[in-house]
């Protein structure tokens, strides 16, 4: 092996170097906490707006953080951490330094973890929340107790009933739409907006759990014309969701049994 390579395998991956900074790590740790705009990671952060921009531009160039522009209000973006990806690289990472590193994700048992309850919510109730309550109640073994409710419910979708079927084996098509009137005496562990026209209207439930965001586009808007390219717009967030309820019943196991 020449000395130039051996200066290069000796190099920190670049996954290291762009989550080691301080700055950067901050902002990871917050987006897989929860959807943010700039504006609220440089309250979180305490950092002015240019420099949380630059750093979220080098973490978006390296695939680690994305941006989706809100549905509520289109000057706002909303980022997100990719975890899928975060965890891919740092397998890598941890390989690069010896192979007995290699991490390997794995959930810890719910059934461990005490009852959970989780409140999913979008402005319909038709489609998005729907999946996500079927995953996690799925998921879970019913371990965790997942509800979903709207602030202007619609009839389930039929495109989500077909692709909750096609794509995890689960039949929801027995679940109702419901208004966030029904819960709102009920406490809740979590409730997560999945939209963002009800992030900024959802009223403060009982408990005060810190809310969470993950902002998903309405499968069912703009493809009246198209069903195909509709259903193509389902099967993108059911995968979506499966990747997003995976880390979340992840993380809760952690917490309840760290607790």
Known sequence: MSDSQVATAS???EFF??????LRWRLLGELGRSDRTVRELCGLVDEPQNLVSYHLGKLRRAHLVS???SSADGRDTYYRADLGHVAGQLTATGAALHPALAL???ARALRDAGSVRVLFLCSGNSARSQMAEALTNEWSGGVVEARSAGL???PLHPHAVRVMRELYGIDIAGQRSKHLDVFDRQPFDEVISLCDLVREA????PGRPEPVHWSMADPSAGHEEDNASAYRAFQQTAAELGTRVGFLLTALANRRTAA
């Open 11 to 13: 190099e920190p991956p």
């Open 17 to 22: 170097r762009l989550a080691g900074h301080p």
């Open 67 to 69: 941006g989706r522009r």
């Open 104 to 106: 390997v994700t794995q």
């Open 152 to 154: 202007r419910p619609k």
């Open 202 to 205: 959802c009223p403060e439930l």
